[in-house]
T-cell receptor, first 115, second 116 residues
């Protein structure tokens, strides 16, 4: 079945440091891939997405590239800010295997950025 | 648009009581999802509705849980009787799905349920 594995947290960084959060997936079809962010006390928000191999999603300085050969979708940001502190979820959705846009989430990675 | 609206935001109840969580999806969306988030199990999909019809309820834990969507603008998730292990944050999300196209799911702020 479909699954998502992401690196365990917490990830603790100083402001302006480089961020990488690893995400790998297993899928039987051709999934779309997502990163969602959850700020404290809030619901999840879509951060970026990629719908096919080699696509790069980007938003708010975050980027992730859909790598089919390594089944990965790692999240990166060149210079993090304190306001980026949140929990980040990698997810996949495969319309063709599930028949609808069911999201399969990873466990989440907590990021803490210190001044 | 106001986004997905959930109520209440917090609910504390005693074991054995009935709990009803409410959700108003974004206007124009035809898909609705209920999720549960716990530290131990992460985010779990409980049930998915499309055009007010339950399509996938394989994630509903047991018969104590039930969900309804009487119209396009309202859904409920009911737990009866509630147990301490039901304590979690429950999220509602809505989306639109048309002709096999993939659209974003928009999440509500969640209801934090504590069962004592």
């Amino acid at each position: 079945g479909n699954s998502v594995t992401q690196m365990e947290g917490p990830v603790t960084l100083s402001e302006e440091a480089f961020l990488t959060i690893n995400c790998t997936y297993t899928a039987t079809g051709y999934p779309s891939l997502f990163w969602y962010v959850q700020y404290p006390g809030e619901g999840l928000q879509l951060l970026l997405k990629a719908t096919k191999a080699d696509d790069k999603g980007s938003n708010k300085g975050f980027e992730a590239t859909y790598r089919k050969e390594t089944t990965s979708f790692h999240l990166e940001k060149g210079s993090v800010q304190v306001s980026d502190s949140a929990v980040y979820f990698c997810a996949l959705s495969d319309l063709f295997s599930g028949g609808y846009n069911k999201l399969i989430f990873g466990a989440g990675t907590r990021l803490a950025v210190h001044p | 648009d106001a986004g997905v609206i959930q109520s209440p935001r917090h609910e504390v109840t005693e074991m054995g009581q009935e709990v009803t969580l409410r959700c108003k999806p974004i206007s124009g969306h035809n898909s609705l999802f209920w999720y549960r988030q716990t530290m131990m199990r992460g985010l779990e999909l409980l049930i998915y509705f499309n055009n007010n019809v339950p399509i996938d309820d394989s994630g509903m834990p047991e018969d104590r849980f039930s969900a309804k969507m009487p119209n396009a603008s309202f859904s409920t998730l009911k737990i009866q009787p509630s147990e301490p292990r039901d304590s979690a944050v429950y999220f509602c999300a809505s989306s639109k799905i048309l002709a096999g196209e993939l659209y974003e799911q928009y999440f509500g702020p969640g209801t934090r349920l504590t069962v004592t």
